[in-house]
């Protein structure tokens, strides 16, 4: 098939065949929503009947097509099923819809969300961007790793067709989905329906290599293909079950490609800094495979908003390109994409420091105890020359006590009691709501969790930052979350409110942005926040400090408590007018 008319295919609206088609399925089957194979199939054989000329088609008609057209056994039977299943509409639907309105449709529909099908697909737009990244040359042998539906070889073939292109995929309704793509447009891929882990026939290795095969994988879930490749499966004999599987995916990448070849996978961000994940981190450092690592925009993919990361791999490396292109998309009418400005923003930022990039050497990667969320590394807040860590400045930095929900609305008092619960929506501005909940009584382990005096808390998480001193009156406990640290502060070293407001600081809150990690929500450990440096100044300074601070916090706490008064006595009147009104009539 001409390759420059299924290029032009891209910019037809298809989007009105497409509806009808979904519609008719959807009042067939309340399962449809699971099965784009279906949807896709029906405008294959659409497309045949429109190539084949013939009118007044039959079922003998449409059978005798698809045997003499489709070559491919697989295909051949699914679309003869399909055509035996839905004969009323594709007779009624035949010759009406434009032969390139099929064939687009079958290329490049993303129109409808598969999500919680088995049919995982990558974005066109993130294709663009991996293929960018990749270079292909039109010597390179290329493959797709769990390939899907052929989103990628199809992007990829489409900027150079005269590359080699492979695609393996395991699940076989999802690889007949691409044959089905294959034979229709005569693409020239092989397809492949076989575990990444399994033992190659032959020995072919790859110049390019992309791998998406979703995200919250683990290793538990890939321990029967594991144990079909011995040097995997002993290499991640001791790996923890529930460690990311998606480094296992990285394993099987590298074992097929080339010396000088490239590859990217997709992972979720938190294979870059989970605990589980360190030992694999620390041997892809250990060997020099990592090449770059970009944290993508979050909606990227359309069924989740969780952070996710784009590593490039290679070998012989010394150094990582870490980048932060969340800010690098474009808004569409129903999702974000890689517009050309865009692409072309992040493939400047390699090797390039900037505020959205650096180049790590792994020596720093290994200091950092193989931690490789490039975010860690990017925005570096400024060297404090006085300073010390937080470790040395207080006598102890503890966490809150985790209460199951249901245990602690059992434990709520609507009495006042000498124990209250603290938790990050009771502090607002920095403030301590002034009425805590009580509760009825606490377990004897439970007094390790209580705040003392003029303790300082701050919200494990950091978006957003909770922060406050508590004030701990005398005979009563308070309780606190565990969302928070509790700071006990060594007050001959530091001032709480001291530390509080360094905090809230805009240069406190990027040396908490730097030292924090997550895929959804920002947290920072509890050894990072004993390491964070703390710029000192005199105690005196900082008792000066306080005193200024909470002179001006107590007149803050008078005005709220005034406006309370007011808003209380504006209700109280609507109340009373209300009242009134109601016995005139």
């Not at 590859?263 to 870059?272: K, N, P, V």
């Not at 060997?287 to 969780?306: A, C, D, Q, V």
Request: glycine share 4%; hydrophobic share 40%.
């Amino acid at each position: 098939m001409d390759f420059e008319h299924l290029v032009s295919l891209r910019d037809i609206d298809f989007s009105d065949v497409s509806r009808e088609i979904h519609n008719y399925l959807l009042e067939q089957s309340n399962d449809y929503s699971d099965d784009p194979l279906a949807h896709a199939a029906i405008a294959a054989i659409l497309y045949l009947i429109n190539d084949s000329n013939v009118s007044g088609i039959s079922k003998a008609d449409i059978s005798d097509i698809i045997k003499s057209r489709i070559k491919e056994e697989s295909v051949s039977y699914y679309l003869s099923e399909i055509a035996g299943r839905h004969e009323q509409f594709i007779t009624e639907k035949a010759n009406m819809y434009p032969s390139d309105k099929l064939l687009a449709l079958l290329l490049y529909d993303e129109q409808w969300d598969f999500s919680k099908s088995s049919y995982y697909n990558t974005p066109d737009t993130l294709c663009d961007l991996v293929c960018a990244l990749l270079n292909i040359d039109q010597s390179d042998k290329v493959a797709d790793f769990g390939c899907g539906k052929g989103n990628f070889l199809i992007n990829a073939y489409f900027k150079n067709p005269h590359a080699t292109y492979t695609g393996i995929e395991i699940n076989g309704k999802v690889s007949t989905y691409l044959a089905l793509r294959k034979s229709i447009a005569e693409l020239p891929f092989d397809v492949e329906q076989t575990d990444i882990f399994a033992q190659p026939k032959n020995n072919n290795k790859y110049d390019k290599i992309f791998c998406d095969c979703g995200l919250g994988v683990r290793m538990s879930d890939l321990k029967m293909s594991i144990v079909q490749d011995p040097a995997i499966k002993d290499l991640l004999s001791k790996v923890p079950y529930y460690a990311s599987g998606q480094w296992a995916y990285a394993l099987a990448i590298l074992q097929r490609l080339e010396k000088h070849g490239r590859a990217i996978e997709i992972m979720g961000s938190g294979s870059t800094f989970n605990e589980l994940d360190r030992p694999l981190r620390k041997y892809f450092i250990d060997r020099g495979y990592i090449e770059s690592i970009i944290i993508l925009p979050k909606k990227l993919f359309s069924f989740t908003t969780i952070s996710v990361v784009l590593i490039v791999f290679s070998h012989d490396n010394k150094t990582i390109n870490m980048i932060d292109a969340t800010e690098m998309y474009s808004k569409g009418r129903r999702n974000i994409y890689f517009s050309k400005e865009n692409i072309e923003e992040i493939l400047n930022l390699i090797g390039r420091s900037s505020r959205h990039s650096t180049v790590v050497p792994y020596e720093k990667v290994i200091e950092e105890d193989y931690q490789l969320f490039p975010r860690r590394y990017i925005d570096i807040a400024p060297e404090i020359k006085n300073g010390a860590p937080l470790g040395k400045l207080v006598k102890e930095i503890k966490r809150g006590i985790h209460i199951r929900a249901n245990l602690l609305d059992e434990l709520i008092s609507t009495d006042e009691t000498d124990v209250q619960y603290l938790a990050p929506k009771d502090i607002d501005d920095g403030f301590v709501a002034e009425k805590l909940p009580y509760l009825k009584q606490i377990e004897p382990n439970w007094n390790d969790y209580c705040i003392e005096d003029r303790n300082v808390v701050l919200s494990k998480n950091i978006a957003p930052l909770k922060v406050a001193v508590v004030n701990v009156p005398n005979g009563k406990k308070i309780v606190a979350s565990g969302n928070f640290y509790i700071i006990r502060v060594d007050e001959s070293k530091l001032n709480p409110y001291y530390l509080k407001a360094f905090f809230e600081s805009a240069l406190g809150k990027a040396m908490l942005k730097n030292a924090s990690v997550g895929s959804v929500l920002q947290t920072i450990s509890l050894g990072d926040l004993k390491a964070m440096i703390i710029p000192t100044i005199s105690l005196e300074e900082q008792k000066k400090f306080e005193q200024h601070y909470t002179a001006i916090t107590d007149d803050i706490k008078l005005l709220n408590r005034k406006i309370d008064k007011s808003k209380t006595d504006l209700r109280e009147l609507i109340n009373k007018f209300n009242e009134e009104v109601s016995q005139w009539r």
